[in-house]
């Protein structure tokens, strides 16, 4: 992805706080046919230096097949974004821009469909989303369960490459960040709102004194 160094992030536990929070990504495959992609939510696992997503499809998606013929795939995590008008800028010969926060992961895939490999993925996934519905799942009969996981395929990526890219007005005054910023929290969409928290975090604007 194109990053301009104002805007790289050059942490990868930045990155990887980042890919935890917002856990809902693309999963991209190249295939004869073209590039394919997959909505999904994935677990993020980092044990040292390794960092691992794991994930599954329907049996009825292709897309594990392509895993299994073609191993590299790119995903894609991506959080709040919003439109930024130059009236936030102090300088009038101004143009509109776009904030967002995106990390692009490169990694191997490899695929299985064993209910003993498929199970530790949905307890990620349950205990990430919603913890109380493992009793739920429990419950359930063990026909309806094995028939359920007949029904997915679980993959995981081994992470070889991070790219992180949050565009947040890095280039321009903290004054016109600060502007940025309160222009973003009046929104009620909170993808916009969400914007400004995230340049908060990155300690972008004005800083405030405590009361």
């Not at 917002?22 to 993020?44: D, R, Y």
């Not at 359920?148 to 990526?157: A, D, K, Q, R, S």
Request: charged content about 20%; cysteine-free; overall charge negative.
């Amino acid at each position: 992805m194109y990053i301009p160094e104002y805007f790289r992030v050059r942490d990868n536990q930045t990155a990887i706080a980042f890919m935890r929070a917002n856990p809902f990504a693309i999963l991209v495959s190249q295939t004869a046919e073209g590039p394919f992609a997959t909505h999904l939510p994935l677990a993020v696992h980092q044990d040292g230096e390794k960092l691992i997503l794991r994930g599954h499809v329907a049996k009825a998606n292709p897309h594990w097949q392509y895993l299994e013929s073609q191993p590299q795939a790119l995903v894609i995590f991506h959080g709040p974004h919003a439109y930024i008008s130059p009236g936030n800028y102090e300088i009038h010969e101004s143009v509109p821009t776009w904030n967002y926060g995106a990390v692009h992961a490169y990694g191997e895939a490899r695929v299985f469909s064993e209910p003993q490999q498929l199970l530790p993925i949905l307890h990620d996934l349950i205990g990430r989303f919603e913890a109380r519905y493992a009793e739920q799942w429990a419950e359930l009969s063990e026909e309806y369960r094995q028939r359920m996981l007949g029904h997915i395929v679980g993959f995981e990526i081994t992470v070889t490459r991070l790219e992180g890219k949050f565009k947040l007005s890095q280039n321009r005054t903290k004054q016109e960040q600060e502007n940025v910023i309160a222009s973003l929290l009046a929104s009620p969409d909170t993808a916009i709102s969400g914007t400004a928290q995230l340049m908060r975090e990155q300690g972008l604007g004005v800083k405030k004194e405590p009361e």
